[in-house]
């Protein structure tokens, strides 16, 4: 059976439960979360075979993200590195309705990811690699390993997901989007919000910004447009899906949890209809939980989740 193969750094995650800056706080809790290891989740969640390849610390943290991922069904292929402290994400809520991640990656395991952590890279023809553009700015060598991993991935008839997941605290947009224009070119499937599409390209109209990321490469390219949804150029075809409307607890996560939606129904072959749906669904629960893949839905909650009824009989 096919599968998907994510790629990245994943962290601790400290988590503050009230309101206000982190000097403010006087209780937190503790979670993983990262964009690679959040997609892998939302897929397994989704009953899709999927692998995740990192690199973690010797340490309590690493042990965590290691135990969170396997105990969501991901297959966990982590390179222990002795020599640095798995990275810490502190989330906060300063006010109401804003949310504040501080990252504490330099110098981390997962910065210091490079190409041999690819020496068990389990991709053939058929499967997907997923991978984000977070991991190109953490450091030369991750950048060098996901350009690498792309590579392997279309030698070997697998195709390429990418989402573009731009971090402004990691590098300067001049840079970036070199970085992120190198691997669009090659890869299948592109994921960008509507403001890192504008990045990219000198458009507007979300339509437009779609055609563009289209014309650069992928087959697929899909623009999300937060509460408007997202529009999508799919082999040619333009498609718009419309949001679910939700009340939002935590919006860090929704995208990955678009992809993880999306790469899902992809991997079944199932139409750009249905795709685009099931990545609205998925990114609209990851909001409803305050944690970066903790809301994920499930496969089995799907239909319920379309059909708008609340209440399982």
């Avoid at 989704?46 to 969501?72: F, H, I, Q």
């Avoid at 997923?130 to 008839?157: F, N, P």
């Avoid at 390219?221 to 409307?245: K, M, N």
């Amino acid at each position: 059976m096919s599968r998907v193969v994510t790629f990245g750094e994943s962290m601790g995650l400290v988590l503050g439960d009230g309101v206000g800056g982190w000097e403010h706080q006087s209780q937190a809790r503790v979670a993983t979360g990262g964009a690679e290891g959040n997609t892998a989740i939302g897929l397994a969640r989704l009953g899709v075979p999927v692998t995740w390849l990192g690199r973690v610390g010797d340490d309590a943290l690493g042990r965590r993200v290691v135990g969170d991922l396997r105990s969501e069904g991901v297959d966990v292929r982590a390179r222990i590195d002795a020599g640095a402290p798995t990275g810490l994400m502190l989330k906060s809520t300063p006010r109401a309705g804003a949310t504040t991640v501080d990252y504490y990656r330099r110098g981390s395991a997962g910065s210091r990811l490079d190409a041999a952590d690819l020496d068990d890279l389990p991709l053939a023809a058929g499967d997907i690699l997923h991978v984000t553009g977070v991991t190109l700015a953490l450091s030369d060598s991750a950048r060098d390993a996901v350009l690498v991993a792309v590579e392997r991935a279309r030698e070997v008839g697998a195709l390429v997901s990418f989402a573009v997941n731009h971090r402004s605290r990691l590098w300067g947009s001049t840079e970036a989007v070199a970085a992120y224009a190198h691997v669009i070119a090659r890869a299948d499937i592109v994921f960008a919000s509507d403001d890192e599409a504008r990045m990219l390209h000198a458009h507007t109209a979300p339509d437009d910004l779609a055609r563009a990321l289209a014309a650069a490469g992928p087959t697929e390219a899909i623009v999300t447009l937060g509460g408007d949804g997202a529009v999508a150029l799919i082999d040619g075809e333009l498609h718009r899906v419309a949001a679910v409307p939700i009340t939002p607890v935590d919006t860090v996560g929704a995208g990955d949890a678009f992809a993880a939606g999306y790469v899902a129904e992809r991997l079944a072959d199932s139409d750009a209809v249905t795709r685009l749906r099931t990545a609205t669904l998925a990114g609209a629960y990851a909001c409803l939980h305050p944690g970066d893949w903790q809301g994920g839905i499930r496969r089995s909650e799907l239909d319920r989740a379309a059909s708008g009824d609340p209440v399982t009989r």
